[in-house]
């Protein structure tokens, strides 16, 4: 607004705008969306992972190596930036492969059930259907509250 006003020259308003270290922060941030459209961040956890294994202390200090070698030459903020994404994808990694254990785990059993962790359906050797239970009252017993039962127990 100041150039358009004639307050003061465009090139003093773009020199306090668009100062290096501006410059620097719009550039990394293009490197690391670039990194992360051609997946290179997953390659560099991938390749992270294979070096250091997934032991949680190892990993993080792989993370940290990496985020020192890369503080050598840029900001403090832009390796934020840059390794935010790899950090991601070796979560990612970790998630999936923790979950591919759990499901061949689950298939290794051959497709057998657990049989303790089923309901019984069975009552004295006959399955029972609850759609197709029929109630036959017992002899002596009726359903309607008007009429008086006939049985009786036998005294002792």
Known sequence: ????????????????????????LIGVICLATS????NLHKRIA???VMTVGVNPAWLTLGLMS??????MWLSNTSTAAMVMPIVE?????????????????MTSLGGSTNH???????VNGQETNERNEKTIPAPGYGNDAGKISSKTEPEK
């Open 1 to 24: 607004m100041f150039p358009l006003f004639g307050i003061t020259a465009s090139k003093e308003v773009a020199s306090a705008y668009f100062k290096d270290f501006h410059l620097l």
């Open 35 to 38: 990194i992360e459209k051609w």
């Open 46 to 48: 991938l390749r992270m």
């Open 66 to 71: 990496s985020t020192a070698f890369l503080s």
């Open 89 to 105: 994808a070796v979560a990612q990694q970790i998630i999936s492969a923790q979950a591919e254990v759990e499901a061949t785990q």
């Open 116 to 122: 303790g962790l089923e309901i019984d359906e069975s």
